[in-house]
C-alpha cells in the first residue's frame, strides 16, 4: 500500500505526478494544434485571454479546495462566512506577497510557452523543454543550499549534449541554419558539434529508409489542417496555416526552461518554509490572485489591448481553446500538488516521461519518421532524466543484517 497523504481517499503524491504525465503530452499537443488549426471566423483567439481565464479557473480550482479543507476542520454548523474570513486571512496576511513574483514568472513562462508550442513541433518542444532540468538544478543549488552528487552532474551533462543534438536541425530545413550553428558553436562544446554531424551523416541512412524527418511532422499537421478547413466549409488558404519559424520557437523554449527552474524552486521554497503555516491551496490562492495582474495589465491590455478591442475577448475562442484552458488549469494545480507532495525534481521526471507519450502519439497520428541524430539526442535526454532521477548509490556497504537465533 502507499502511504503518504490522500485527498478524497486517493494517496495525493503517486496519483498527481502520474496524472501530470497524461496531462502534460495533451496539453502540448492540444496547444500545438490550437495554433496551427484554421481559425474560427477571421482571427485566432489571443493567448493573454487564454492565460487570464487559466488562473481564473485555477482561482476557483483552488478556492474550492480551500473551502473543503477549511470547513473539514471546524464543527459541522459553522457559518459560511466565518469559513471565507478564515481563508481571506490565510491568503491577505502575513507572507502571501511573496508569491507576487512566481505570479508574474509563471505568466512569462506561460506566455513564452505559447510561442514555443506554436513555432516547434510538440516532440522537439518538449524534448528542449527538459534544459528545465538543469535550471532547475542550479536555482535548487543556489537557491535552497543543497548539493548535487556527482551522478547528478554526470546526468545535467549529457542531458546538456542530448539537447543540443536535437536542437540541430535536420538537413533541409535550411532557414533554420543560421540562429542554430550559431547557439552550438556558442553553447556547446565543438566535440558535441562534431557527434552531431557524424551522426547526421548516419541519419541520412535511416532518412533514406523513413523518407521522412521530424520536420515533416510541421508538413503533416498543415495538410490535416487545410483538409479540415475544407471539411469545415473554409476556403482554403494559405495564411490560415501559419508558419513556424525555429528560431523564435527555440529562443523561446530556452528563456522559458529558465524561468520554470527559477520558478518552481521559488515556489518551493515558500511552500516547504517552516516557518509558515499556510496550506498548498492558500498558496496557490495568492498564485493565481496575483497572476491576473500582469496577465491583465501587461498581456491583454498592453500586449494585444489593441487588437482585443478591435476584435473582442473571445474572438476565435471555440470548444479546444476552452478545452485547452480547462486543461492548463488542471495542470497549474497538479503541477503545484507534486511540488508540495514530492519536488521539482520528480515533478520534472513525470513530465519528461511524457516525450514517450507524445512521441508515440506523433509516430502514430502523423506518420512521423525520425532522424538518427534526433534519436540519438532523445535517448541521451531520457538517459539522463532516468540517472538524474534515480537514487543516488549509497557508499560502502549496507548494513549487516541481524539473524536472531
Ligand atoms: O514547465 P513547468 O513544469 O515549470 O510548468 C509549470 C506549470 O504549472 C506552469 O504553467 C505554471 O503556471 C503552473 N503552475 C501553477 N501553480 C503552481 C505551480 C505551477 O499553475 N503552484
Not at 516525450?355 to 538518427?372: A, T
Request: glycine share 8%.
Amino acid at each position: 500500500t502507499m502511504g503518504g497523504p490522500t485527498l478524497l481517499g486517493m494517496p495525493v503524491k503517486q496519483v498527481s505526478l502520474i496524472t501530470l504525465t497524461f496531462q502534460n503530452s495533451a496539453l502540448i499537443l492540444l496547444m500545438h494544434y490550437s495554433r496551427m488549426m484554421p481559425p474560427s471566423g477571421d482571427h485566432r483567439y489571443f493567448t493573454s485571454t487564454a492565460i487570464f481565464l487559466t488562473e481564473i479557473i485555477k482561482l476557483a480550482i483552488s478556492l474550492t479546495f480551500a473551502i473543503y479543507e477549511v470547513s473539514r476542520s471546524l464543527a459541522p454548523s459553522t457559518p459560511a462566512t466565518v469559513i471565507f474570513e478564515q481563508i481571506y486571512n490565510a491568503v491577505f496576511s502575513g507572507d502571501g506577497w511573496k508569491l507576487a513574483i512566481p505570479a508574474c514568472l509563471y505568466t512569462l513562462q506561460n506566455t513564452l510557452q505559447y510561442v514555443a508550442v506554436g513555432n516547434l513541433d510538440p516532440v522537439h518542444f518538449q524534448i528542449l523543454y527538459q534544459l528545465k532540468i538543469l535550471t532547475t538544478a542550479i536555482f535548487t543549488v543556489t537557491m535552497l543550499g543543497r548539493s548535487l552528487s556527482p551522478k547528478r552532474w554526470v546526468a545535467l551533462v549529457i542531458l546538456t549534449m542530448g539537447v543540443s543534438i536535437v536542437s540541430i536541425p535536420s538537413s533541409g530545413s535550411k532557414e533554420n541554419s543560421f540562429m542554430i550553428h550559431d547557439m552550438t558553436d556558442h553553447f556547446f562544446p565543438r566535440s558535441v558539434h562534431e557527434l552531431g554531424q557524424v551522426a547526421n551523416g548516419m541519419g541520412e541512412v535511416a532518412r533514406e529508409l523513413t523518407k521522412r524527418t521530424v520536420d515533416d511532422l510541421s508538413d503533416v499537421g498543415g495538410t490535416l489542417m487545410k483538409r479540415s478547413a475544407t471539411y469545415e466549409g473554409i476556403e482554403e488558404d494559405q495564411n490560415l496555416a501559419p508558419v513556424m519559424n525555429y528560431s523564435i520557437g527555440l529562443s523561446a523554449v530556452i528563456v522559458a526552461a529558465l524561468v520554470s527552474g527559477l520558478t518552481g524552486v521559488y515556489f518551493e521554497k515558500v511552500l516547504k518554509d517552516p516557518a509558515s503555516a499556510a496550506s498548498v491551496w492558500t498558496r496557490n490562492i495568492q498564485l493565481s490572485f496575483y497572476s491576473l495582474f500582469p496577465a491583465l495589465f501587461v498581456g491583454i491590455f498592453f500586449k494585444d489591448g489593441e487588437e482585443i478591442a478591435k476584435h473582442g475577448f473571445f474572438d476565435g475562442y471555440n470548444w479546444v481553446v476552452w478545452a485547452l484552458i480547462l486543461l492548463q488549469a488542471f495542470g497549474g494545480v497538479l503541477a503545484s500538488l507534486c511540488i508540495n507532495y514530492a519536488d521539482n525534481i520528480a515533478k520534472n521526471f513525470a513530465t519528461s516521461i511524457s516525450i514517450v507519450i507524445s512521441f508515440l502519439f506523433s509516430v502514430y497520428f502523423f506518420n512521423v519518421g525520425v532522424s538518427l541524430t534526433f534519436l540519438i539526442g532523445t535517448v541521451l535526454v531520457l538517459v539522463s532524466t532516468f540517472l538524474y532521477s534515480g537514487p543516488d548509490r549509497k557508499r560502502g556497504r549496507p548494513p549487516p543484517i541481524n539473524i536472531v537465533n
